[in-house]
Every structure is written in structure tokens, then in C-alpha cells.
């Protein structure tokens, strides 16, 4: 069992990649799908698009395991147009559904067979009456998309229990309303719905709910998107959070798991290949956000199902090293090496920031098992930094955490220290340095990526998980600059209004690059600009304090990429959490999210002849024993070298969150 486990995780390593560097279709994408008339509850005929795997007949039968006369219900995903109605866009979605990924797939219709629409170059002003009608009416809506759930559940080829709706735009919108108006079963007293998706809606003014909210929800949406603001996304966080009638005024315990993720510099339409606001990272990154979460709901994979697991063995050897910016402040670290490396291959390396520590073993267990993770399975080099182990024969954690908060000057050293000690390995790539923390770590991580000195060199990516952000967003109010006199918004001068043109496309402070009026690509800007993300749970960390971080990212041109997790809280991937706060759904999301932003940066792993997990990399650079901003860090010991450390695997599969995480999203 472990040789197969690990036999496919190395393939889906391999596939986990591709799908966030490259979208799932394009302006190109051919169409196969078959129209179908249906009506709603008022009998205004309808007609949506029907894609069936393998099949361009909509009545063909849908067969599994090579069986000709063994039908096999399948999942089926509802695509809710955007303004536009259920044209090209919607249809070469529904295709790749059924194409791809084996589901029915249909793009619904809301407007209706005999509406009369605006022209499709009439000036927004113009459409903006028509789709008021909807947009302005959630019964109307939610009972448009009802019509499209009970015909596709209706479909002999559908199993009922899998069937999910995803919105864009016009489409995201509805999705909303239909959360809002529409309880665990439909109003005929139905199936429910396994999931619904909404992406980059528009939500300027919407009422909140009417019903127990049960259905599993994700929402995608860009950070320079002024239809899904920070403050937008807060009342949509409170109404998924209170889920109750109208008038409710505490939030209630919820169970059905939602999740929000905010893509920096991202306009509205930004998964529309057809549009001026397309672009293609965030669309690759939002599409594998929901094949993943869309598998979860369809039973494809359970990890709610799953108990905490131990943890791997621990397998690491201490280092010593010190802070030179610092008094040589003595530091003890410890470094996971994968077992064998290619003599001329660098390896990139993870710096982990901890949770916790203590004064015998630094770091505890918990980072420590991170790190043999990242060696034994992803082929990287795993280094668990120190902060304050030193400090404990006197004072406390708890007491030296306040102190650290307090001085993150102190912190941001320590840092720079592991980032220089790291660099300057014998068997690291200097230019392929990524820095995560989980908890006090994970603040020490952003207060890093906030650091006006920037970050070192060769820092590709920066991720904080469950970091504390009430302190984090101190130190980010005071970052912020003020924009000129003619913004507005909040009291300090941050802006989040923009202009919006007749294609409903919004725009802020900063511009795509290559913008010609037709689809581009964002430019992503190398130069240490790491890409950062921030993993947080609703229960944890204020709203308040996420848009404060936030607009302090934004104001410094920051890439990043903020995930929000329902009822989650403190150390939720703290497996060995004595309070049970571990959310195993949680932690798989966000150690994915991790791991393709890996893959991205240039962490790609590949096998030597002898099978070893290796990463490719250009000819060594020469190592720099200067950090940036003057920060000067000689290692006082180097850790024992690939070739030499005698570090023995004995974990199963997993490429870079645990082992069960990953089963759970890509087998």
C-alpha cells in the first residue's frame, strides 16, 4: 500500500503543479454541449447547454468500469452565466467539466428563452436596468437557479447527491442569493445541493439571509476588485456566519464548511478568458481552488473523515548558529536533508518559524515533523529556525512571544539570521528560499513580509498560517501611506473606490501592464516581491484585522493571496494541538495552496536515476554572505552536508503537506 501511496503522490506532485500554471481552457477552447429546454416554477421557458463526458449526445448513456450495460450516476456542476447569458464563456466551461473531469455539465440559463436583452455592445448604463431585475431580486434569482438544479437532478445520467452550481460574475451573484434563500433542500423539498462556487461576484448591496445556510460554500475574488471590497467581504462573512433569518444578531455555530480566498491585484472577470479583466495566474489558481474543493463535496476525497494523524518520525539533526546583528545571539535550529542528493544539484529550502518552543529542544516537535516532510517528500531542505530558545531559562514563552510581538525588530532579525545561515549551505539553491510560519511563527512571517527593509534575497515565497493577526495588524496600520488628496475611503486616505467602464470591469492604483483592451496576463514583478500567503481561520482573527493587513500589502504592491477558513481556529494544523483545534479540512486546503505556490516559484521536484526527489536548478550561484538591508549573519556551524547526513525515510507519500492531506484533495 505505501509503494502505490507513494507511487501516485509523486504523479500527482507532478499534476498539482500544472494545474495552477496553466488555465483549464482559453478563447479556443471548442465547445460540445447540446441544447436543453426546461422551465422554472412560473413556466418561463429556459434553455440551458448539456455536456456529457465523452458523449457530444446529450441522450447517450453514461457507462463506468468498461461495463457497456453498467450505467454510472455522476456528478454534475451548474455553470450560472455571467451578463452576457449562457454563451461561449459558460459553454466552454460546462465542456471542460465533462471533458476533464468526468462531470455533467450544464450552463443554465436565468434570463430566459423569449427575454429580449439589451444589445451585447450596449454601453453598461444601459444593461445595468436589465440585470437589475436579478441582481436586485434574489427570489427571482435563487428560483431561476432552482429550475436548473431539479432539471440536471432529474437527468437519469446525474446522481442527485453530487450536484454543485458554480456563478461568475452576474452568475457569482445569484449563487449568493440562492446561499441566502435557500435552506439544506429545495423548496420542493429536494436533494440538496453538494457545494456552490461563487467567483468573482458582484455584491455592491445584497440582503442577507433568510435560512439556515447548510450548503458548503466557496468564494474567489480579486483584491483590486471594488465589486468585492474588504469591507463587502466582511458582511458576506457575517451573513455565512450568522446563516439564520433576517434580524438574527449572533452568529451561530456552523458546521457546513465555507471558505473565502482574495487574489492581490486581481480585477473583476478575472477567469473570463473572453474579457479585458482576465487573468491567467489568478484563473489557473481559482479553477484548481474549486476541482479541489468541488472533489471534497462529491466524496471524491474525505478528510473530515480523518483522524489527526501523529505526524511523521522526526527525522533532523541540530544546528547551531547565531544572530550576528544581535550580539552573536547563540541559536539552535534543526535541518531535514531529503537522503540523497545529485552531487551538482542545489536544492531550494523551506525555513519553518515555530509555533512554540522550549528551552531543551528549541523548536518543538511539531515543526520539526514539517520539516522531515519537506526532505523526505517534496525533496527540499527543511530548516526549523530558532527565536528566543535561549531566553527560556529566565522567562517564559508566553512572556518572550508578548516581548517578540512587541519588538518585531528583534524578530525580524532573528529571521535574517536563519534566511543568511540557510543561504549559505552547502547543498541550498540561494535562490530558492521560501519562509513559513504557523502561529507566533506564522506573525513572524508577515511581520517579515511587511518589513520596510524588505526580504532577503532569493525569498520566493513568504506563508503564514494561523499567525495571530490582532498584533500583526498593528504593525500594519502603521505601514500604511496615505494616497493623495483626491482618494477616498477610509480615514487614513486608503482607496478602494474605481472606476468602472461600459464592460463592468474595474480597475485601482495599479494596472495590468500589457493592457491593450483584449484578455492579458499579469507581469509578475520578480524582484523581491515574494508571493505571500496568509492562511486564517474565521474564528481566530478579526476581519478587522485581515482588511488592515490587507490594505497595508496593497499599499506596498505586495503579491498575495489571503484564504479565509469557517469554523476554524487558532492552530488549526497543529495536529498535536491539546485543545483540539486541529481542522484537518483546513489544513489540507491551505498545505495545497502551499505547495502549488511552491511549484510556481520554481520548487519543482524531479527523480535522479536512483529515484531521489531532486529539484533542478541553473548553475550554483555564488552564495552571499550579506543579507539585504546590512544584515551580516555568519553561521557559526554548518549543518552536515546532503551527501553525508544519514537521515532515513520511513514516512509515507506526500508532497508537501501531510501524507493524508494530500490523498484527501488529488487522488
Known amino acids: 500500500i505505501s509503494t502505490i501511496l507513494s507511487t501516485l503522490l509523486q504523479q500527482t506532485a507532478a499534476n498539482a503543479a500544472a494545474a495552477v500554471l496553466a488555465p483549464a481552457g482559453g478563447p479556443d477552447t471548442p465547445i460540445d454541449v447540446v441544447p436543453k429546454n426546461y422551465t422554472d416554477a412560473e413556466g418561463i421557458l429556459l434553455q440551458g447547454?448539456?455536456?456529457?463526458?465523452?458523449?457530444?449526445d446529450g441522450d447517450a448513456e453514461v457507462v463506468s468500469g468498461g461495463s457497456s450495460d453498467e450505467k454510472k450516476k455522476l456528478p454534475a456542476v451548474i455553470v450560472i452565466h455571467d451578463q452576457s447569458g449562457p454563451d461561449t464563456y459558460e459553454q466552454q466551461r460546462a465542456t471542460i467539466l465533462a471533458r476533464d473531469?468526468?462531470?455533467?455539465?450544464?450552463?443554465?440559463d436565468i434570463y430566459g428563452v423569449n427575454t429580449v436583452q439589451p444589445p451585447a455592445d450596449a454601453p453598461f448604463s444601459e444593461r445595468q436596468p436589465f440585470i437589475s431585475q436579478f441582481t436586485g431580486n434574489a427570489t427571482l434569482f435563487a428560483m431561476r437557479i432552482q429550475?436548473?438544479?431539479?432539471y440536471i437532478q432529474g437527468m437519469e445520467e446525474v446522481d442527485e447527491t453530487k450536484v454543485a452550481?458554480?456563478?461568475y460574475c452576474l452568475g457569482g451573484t445569484g449563487v449568493v442569493h440562492y446561499l441566502n434563500t435557500h435552506d439544506s433542500t429545495?423548496?420542493?423539498?429536494?436533494?440538496?445541493?453538494?457545494?456552490?462556487i461563487s467567483i468573482h461576484p458582484s455584491l455592491l448591496d445584497w440582503p442577507g439571509p433568510t435560512v439556515d445556510i447548510k450548503i458548503p460554500a466557496l468564494f474567489l475574488t480579486g483584491g483590486s476588485d471594488f465589486l468585492t471590497s474588504p469591507q463587502t467581504m466582511a458582511k458576506l462573512e457575517t451573513d455565512m456566519k450568522i446563516g439564520t433569518s433576517t434580524g438574527a444578531t449572533d452568529a451561530e455555530s456552523y458546521k457546513s464548511p465555507w471558505e473565502t480566498v482574495r487574489y492581490a491585484k486581481i480585477e473583476h472577470a478575472f477567469s473570463n478568458w473572453l474579457s479585458g479583466g482576465y487573468d491567467e495566474r489568478a484563473d489557473a489558481r481559482s479553477w484548481h481552488s474549486m476541482t479541489t474543493f468541488l472533489e471534497e463535496e462529491f466524496g471524491l476525497s474525505d478528510d473530515e473523515s480523518m483522524s489527526p494523524p501523529p505526524g511523521p518520525e522526526e527525522l533532523v539533526i541540530s544546528v547551531n548558529y547565531a544572530d550576528n546583528m544581535d550580539g552573536d545571539y547563540p541559536l539552535m535550529g534543526y535541518v531535514s536533508m531529503p537522503e540523497s542528493t545529485s552531487e551538482d544539484t542545489l536544492l531550494p529550502a523551506v525555513i519553518i518559524l515555530p509555533h512554540k518552543m522550549d528551552s531543551v529542544t528549541g523548536p518543538n516537535r511539531y515543526e520539526q515533523q514539517r520539516a522531515t516532510e519537506l526532505a523526505n517528500e517534496a525533496g527540499y531542505i527543511g530548516f526549523v529556525a530558532d527565536i528566543y530558545s535561549q531566553d527560556l531559562k529566565e522567562s517564559t514563552a508566553s512572556e518572550l512571544e508578548e516581548m517578540y510581538h512587541a519588538n518585531f525588530t528583534k524578530y525580524l532579525s532573528r529571521i535574517h539570521a536563519a534566511v543568511d545561515h540557510v543561504k549559505n549551505m552547502d547543498d541550498v539553491d540561494p535562490d530558492k528560499i521560501a519562509v513559513i510560519g504557523f502561529g507566533f511563527g506564522g506573525s513572524g512571517a508577515l511581520y517579515y513580509a511587511l518589513s520596510e527593509d524588505g526580504v532577503d534575497s532569493g525569498v520566493k515565497a513568504i506563508a503564514s498560517f494561523h499567525g495571530e493577526l490582532e498584533d500583526v495588524a498593528k504593525v500594519a496600520e502603521a505601514k500604511i501611506v496615505p494616497k493623495d488628496a483626491a482618494s477616498t475611503g477610509d480615514g487614513n486616505g486608503f482607496q478602494w473606490t474605481a472606476a468602472e467602464d461600459d464592460n463592468n470591469n474595474s480597475s485601482l492604483s495599479w494596472d495590468n501592464a500589457d493592457n491593450d483592451g483584449g484578455p492579458t496576463r499579469r507581469r509578475m514583478n520578480t524582484v523581491n516581491t515574494p508571493q505571500i500567503l496568509i492562511q486564517s481561520?474565521?474564528?481566530?482573527d478579526d476581519m478587522d484585522d485581515v482588511i488592515q493587513i490587507e490594505k497595508a500589502l496593497i499599499d506596498m504592491e505586495a503579491d498575495y493571496e489571503l484564504t479565509r477558513f469557517s469554523d476554524t481556529q487558532e492552530s488549526f494544523t497543529l495536529w498535536n494541538d491539546e485543545q483540539g483545534r486541529y481542522n484537518p479540512r483546513a489544513t489540507a486546503r491551505s498545505m495545497d495552496q502551499l505547495s502549488t505556490v511552491l511549484f510556481e516559484v520554481g520548487f519543482t521536484s524531479v527523480n535522479t536515476n536512483d529515484g531521489t526527489k531532486v529539484t533542478e536548478s541553473p548553475a550554483a550561484a555564488p552564495h552571499d554572505d550579506h543579507g539585504e538591508g546590512g544584515h551580516v549573519h555568519d553561521s557559526t556551524a554548518k549543518p552536515t552536508s546532503a551527501s553525508s547526513a544519514s537521515l532515513s525515510a520511513t514516512t509515507i507519500g506526500f508532497v508537501f503537506a501531510t501524507t493524508w492531506a494530500m490523498v484527501v484533495l488529488l487522488l
Open 165 to 167: 452550481i458554480v456563478g
Open 186 to 196: 429545495s423548496v420542493d423539498g429536494g436533494v440538496p445541493l453538494a457545494g456552490a
Open 49 to 56: 447547454f448539456l455536456s456529457l463526458p465523452n458523449h457530444n
Open 537 to 540: 481561520g474565521v474564528e481566530e
Open 147 to 150: 429550475a436548473a438544479v431539479d
Open 101 to 108: 473531469f468526468g462531470y455533467v455539465g450544464f450552463a443554465a
